[in-house]
């Protein structure tokens, strides 16, 4: 092809993508638009912006208060299951464990685990220990429900790592610890970076349990105050735009600015053996 | 072996006890509000094979499953290929599919509700301004939730066909062209057989969510109009803690924890089937 062909061709697919994301972009414009223009089209464009919908949002909905409780949870979940996962992960990928077959049969069932099947007998659970309307109740069900892909992630870039670089340093009279510190962890940044990244947005965007383990706006997420969203007489149309932008703002940052570890991620979980 | 037993607590304690708990529940009639707790036996089992609730349910999910991992794969390889083509821009080009990709469910299920509207929905205006009642319509309903799930999942299909056509050798190209052989040739003898083995990962890890799918109807439609959208999973859950059925909503998670895990048998077979053959 010739280079202009070839440009054409390239504006053509980034155009037809980006219509792909046209629900996205409409849902951002509406966020703007004022109140008495949203229900009238055309014109798709209005006729001023307004943050008057971010507004009523941030000062009188409890978005404000979803959205720390989901930067918490999310964080904490993410820590969490990384701390319990890496020590896991490199036994899974380097040591001679007694019945490994079973134990990845057991982590790759686990990831097919439907939410629906435990939702019943862990919503008892945290009756039982009174946990629900706690940070503490989901980001252990969190946690644990994002273990066995974050283990079967970890597993797999551990095992890229030469295994060289364990061996000269525990030649030098390293223990497992300091090996682990000093040499497994700094080659596994990028891994580890992808592996938090999707287990972050896991937890942001869980609807099901956040929404059953939770009565009040304590530890209500960002997903269950959006599909809680109150409109009193009519729907808020603008006021809804603005809070799914709220919503999607860190995952609309990780793929803008992170883009690299979270294909990377994508792509490990699906193909590692 | 020390090292394992953080996660082996942590599922133990958060996965395999619950699901051994399940298993319980289910055989047991429980509805905590009347102060019912007796053994059941397999009672709920029995009725669910005569409950057309169930039957019109596990219909619904069978639809929704087939039409949107259908839908997933045709659009998903179609846009790997036109990234793939690509000289310059591949990485925008990947944002816009992320994008999608990374929205909350509960997101995308707001976004497509507004695009539904039926008086000032984009959907319709584009259609030329009929006034066709997406989620309120039985006939249609389904339809729009289903493409509302496309939108989001879709971009996975999309970028593991596209890492895989990444790690195609260029010289494979060259000689297909070397031999003569056309771009449709070239299309359907090198590059889809070799997709083959990821579309099928693909298709299994989407199957198995769809199959689990919960948001995006519930939020839409709620199960609803007339319980038209209205998956095992959705009515599992109305089940549980809707009409507080304790014991049959647990048979129901049951029966959608059973299906997936064939589903996820099967497609194991047909994987390692196809690893002797390749």
């Known amino acids: ?273 | 072996m020390l090292l394992l037993a953080p996660t082996a607590l942590a599922l133990g304690a958060l996965t395999v006890y619950p699901g051994a708990w399940v298993l319980w529940l289910s055989l047991q009639h429980r509805i905590p509000i009347f102060g019912v707790a007796r053994f059941a036996g397999l009672d709920n089992f029995t009725f669910l094979s005569v409950d057309a609730r169930f039957w019109s349910a596990a219909h619904t999910t069978a639809v929704f499953t087939v039409a949107s991992v259908a839908l997933e794969v045709v659009l998903g390889v179609g846009a790997a290929l036109a990234i793939h083509t690509q000289r310059r821009g591949r990485a925008v080009a990947l944002s816009f599919l992320l994008l999608a990709w990374a929205m909350p469910a509960v997101v995308a299920a707001k976004l497509f509700e507004w695009l539904y509207h039926p008086v000032a929905g984009l959907i319709n205006v584009a259609l030329g301004r009929h006034a066709l009642n997406w989620l309120g319509d039985p006939a249609l309903a389904l339809a729009a939730v289903t493409l509302a799930d496309v939108w989001r999942t879709m971009p996975f299909v999309a970028i593991l066909c596209y890492a895989r056509l990444l790690a195609i050798p260029a010289d494979l190209y060259e000689a297909a062209q070397v031999d003569g052989a056309g771009r449709l040739a070239t299309l359907t003898r090198i590059t889809l057989p070799l997709l083959g083995r990821i579309l099928l990962l693909a298709v299994l890890f989407r199957t198995l969510d769809a199959l689990r799918a919960f948001d995006i109807m519930f939020v839409l439609t709620g199960g609803g109009p007339a319980n038209t959208t209205e998956t095992l999973t959705v009515y599992a859950y109305r089940a549980l803690f809707q009409t507080l059925q304790l014991g049959f909503g647990s048979a129901l998670s049951v029966v959608v924890f059973a299906l997936v895990m064939v589903v996820a048998w099967a497609y194991l077979r047909l994987l390692r089937a196809g690893s002797v053959a390749a």
């Open chain 1, 1 to 273: 092809m010739r280079p202009a062909t070839r440009t054409l061709a390239d504006v053509v697919v980034i155009a037809a993508l980006a219509a792909y994301a046209i629900p996205f972009f409409w849902q951002l414009l509406t966020s703007f638009k004022p109140e008495a223009e949203l229900l009238r089209i055309p014109p798709l464009l209005p006729s001023r912006l307004t943050f008057s919908h971010y507004r009523v949002v941030l000062e009188q909905s409890l978005m404000p208060r979803a959205l720390l409780n989901s930067l918490g949870i999310a964080t904490l979940t993410t820590t969490v299951a990384l701390v319990i996962g890496l020590p896991g992960a490199y036994a899974v990928a380097r040591r001679p464990v007694p019945g490994k077959r079973w134990l990845l049969l057991a982590i790759v069932a686990s990831t097919a685990f439907p939410q629906i099947a435990t939702v019943s007998p862990l919503y008892l659970l945290m009756r039982g220990l009174d946990l629900r309307d706690t940070w503490t109740g989901l980001v252990l069900v969190h946690a644990s429900f994002a273990l066995p892909l974050t283990v079967w992630l970890l597993a797999g870039f551990i095992r890229e790592i030469p295994i060289e670089a364990e061996e000269a340093a525990s030649v030098d009279g390293a223990g497992l610890v300091k090996t682990f510190r000093w040499v497994v962890v700094p080659l596994l940044a990028p891994g580890l970076a992808s592996t938090a990244l999707l287990t972050f947005l896991f937890s942001w965007n869980e609807f099901l349990f956040a929404y059953t383990f939770t009565v009040s706006e304590a530890s209500r997420t960002i997903p269950v105050a959006l599909a809680l969203f109150p409109g009193v007489f009519e729907v808020p149309w603008g006021d809804i735009a603005a809070a799914s932008m709220l919503a999607s703002l860190p995952p609309v940052l990780i793929v803008v600015a992170l883009q690299r570890f979270l294909v990377r991620g994508l792509v490990a979980g699906a193909v590692k053996e």
